[in-house]
């Protein structure tokens, strides 16, 4: 079975301490591999699409990068406002457009 | 910058009523999807529809549930008969394409069946 696992669960950072989540996933074929920013109550914020390893995508103090079993999300001086969770998700070839996420990681940057 | 607009934010129902959850995609998009998170759980897709009809849909997407494209601008939910268990926060989302682009939510309709 398809299955898109993400750790840590929860990671509390000291702002300006930087670190990196994972998002690993059982290969069946990739088409993509995106990552989302969800703040409480609200839908998620559409961050990057990976489609390759080897790939890398930078977005402020974001930057994803995709292998061919794992996906790091490395956030580089975070700041108290990046307190979110971060959910990876997958759409696998085999399917169409389904995308099937991971349980995602809350993170919380105190200052 | 566009945005997919849920409608009503938060619904509270009685287990067996009939409930119609409404979403506005993004305009020049043409996949539209239904996704839900059950308060604690991860977000898990419901079904998508594409040129007017459903292209994929999950084994939650039973004959209790229906959607529909009234219009050129509307895309609906419509959950018959609600139980508990339906309790959860239902995502719109649309993509310009039905593979590989980004896919964007809407808020979420938060809806408590009681």
């Known amino acids: 079975e398809d299955q898109v696992t993400q750790s840590p669960e929860a990671l509390r950072l000291q702002e300006g301490e930087s670190s990196s989540l994972n998002c690993s996933y059982t290969?069946?074929?990739?088409?993509?591999l995106f990552w989302y920013r969800q703040d409480p109550g609200k839908g998620p914020e559409f961050l990057f699409t990976l489609y390759s390893a080897g790939e890398e995508k930078e977005k402020e103090r974001l930057k994803a990068t995709l292998t061919k079993k794992e996906s790091f999300l490395h956030i580089t001086a975070p700041k108290p406002e990046d307190s979110a969770t971060y959910l990876c998700?997958?759409?696998?070839?085999?399917?169409?457009?389904?995308?099937?996420f991971g349980k995602g990681t809350m993170l919380l940057v105190s200052p | 910058e566009p945005e997919v607009t849920q409608t009503p934010s938060h619904q509270v129902t009685q287990m067996g009523q009939e409930v119609i959850l409404r979403c506005v995609p993004i305009s020049n998009h043409l996949y539209f999807y239904w996704y839900r998170q059950i308060l604690g759980q991860k977000v898990e897709f419901l079904v998508s529809?594409?040129?007017?009809?459903?292209?994929?849909k999950s084994e939650i997407f039973d004959d209790q549930f229906s959607v529909e494209r009234p219009d050129g601008s509307n895309f609906t939910l419509k959950i018959r008969s609600t139980k508990l268990e339906d309790s959860a926060m239902y995502f719109c989302?649309?993509?310009?394409?039905?593979?590989?682009?980004?896919?964007?939510f809407g808020s979420g309709t938060r809806l408590t069946v009681v």
């Open positions: 998700a997958v759409q696998w070839a085999s399917g169409y457009s389904t995308l099937t």
């Open positions: 290969v069946s074929g990739l088409r993509g």
């Open positions: 529809f594409y040129n007017n009809e459903i292209s994929e």
């Open positions: 989302a649309s993509s310009e394409a039905g593979q590989g682009l980004a896919i964007a």
